[in-house]
Antibody, heavy 116, light 110 residues
Framework: EVQLLESGGDLVQPGGSLRLSCAAS????????MNWVRQAPGKGLEWVSS????????YYADSVKGRFTVSRDNSKNTLYLQMNSLRVEDTAIYYC?????????WGQGTLVTVSS | QAGLTQPPSVSKGLRQTATLTCTGN????????AAWLQQHQGHPPKLLSY???NRPSGISERLSASRSGNTASLTITGLQPEDEADYYC???????????FGGGTKLTVL
């Protein structure tokens, strides 16, 4: 059974940093592109970043480019999102998602709140 | 990054048929195909259909998806109370090198 468990969400001040993790199980982690997608309170889904199975290719939304960094450790079956220079508008539930548009599966999400 | 266009809301009666639409362009829906997601309040999204009309195992046969040009559609027949949810479409945009989502359609079953 596929499982994705996000962690690391917290309350942080504007300009601060946070690192999210997503622990994966139930599938061959290194074979799949992994993604971060966020959802602001009461709003729709917004893609944040994707990383290929090897970690060699990454993509970012314009809204986070230069501030967020996606990475993965295939030996630990874990996906990461390093978030720097956080802004109030980054407040959202951050979901880890396996293989968007294919054998897609979403975690339960972790809440990031950016507020002073 | 521009998103896909979905109507904000659709209302249909119990046991009726609802068709939800999602319009993109030739760089995303038109060439890459679309996926459909269902999200109930307080829960993560769940995949209903991918690459236009492929339905994952366990998804009800009352749901079917299709595409015509740059517009994808999700049809739900025999509407049930549990179908009331937010529905999102998504597609890879080969020009932006980004995933794009629709704004979501809130389906109300009367």
């Amino acid at each position: 059974e596929v499982q994705l468990l996000e962690s690391g969400g917290d309350l942080v001040q504007p300009g601060g940093s946070l690192r999210l993790s997503c622990a994966a199980s139930g599938f061959i982690f290194s074979s799949y592109t992994m993604n971060w997608v966020r959802q602001a309170p009461g709003k729709g889904l917004e893609w944040v970043s994707s990383i290929s199975g090897t970690g060699g290719t990454t993509y970012y939304a314009d809204s986070v480019k230069g501030r967020f960094t996606v990475s993965r450790d295939n030996s630990k079956n874990t996906l990461y999102l390093q978030m720097n220079s956080l802004r109030v508008e980054d407040t959202a539930i951050y979901y880890c998602a396996k293989a968007l548009g294919d054998s897609e599966y979403w975690g339960q999400g972790t809440l990031v709140t950016v507020s002073s | 990054q521009a998103g896909l266009t979905q109507p904000p809301s659709v209302s249909k009666g119990l046991r009726q048929t609802a068709t939800l639409t999602c319009t993109g362009n030739s760089d995303n829906v038109g060439s890459q195909g679309a996926a459909w997601l269902q999200q109930h309040q307080g829960h993560p999204p769940k995949l209903l259909s991918y690459r236009d009309n492929n339905r994952p195992s366990g998804i009800s046969e009352r749901l079917s998806a299709s595409r015509s040009g740059n517009t994808a559609s999700l049809t739900i027949t025999g509407l049930q109370p549990e179908d009331e949810a937010d529905y999102y479409c998504s597609a890879w945009d080969s020009s932006l090198n980004a995933w794009v989502f629709g704004g979501g359609t809130k389906l109300t079953v009367l």
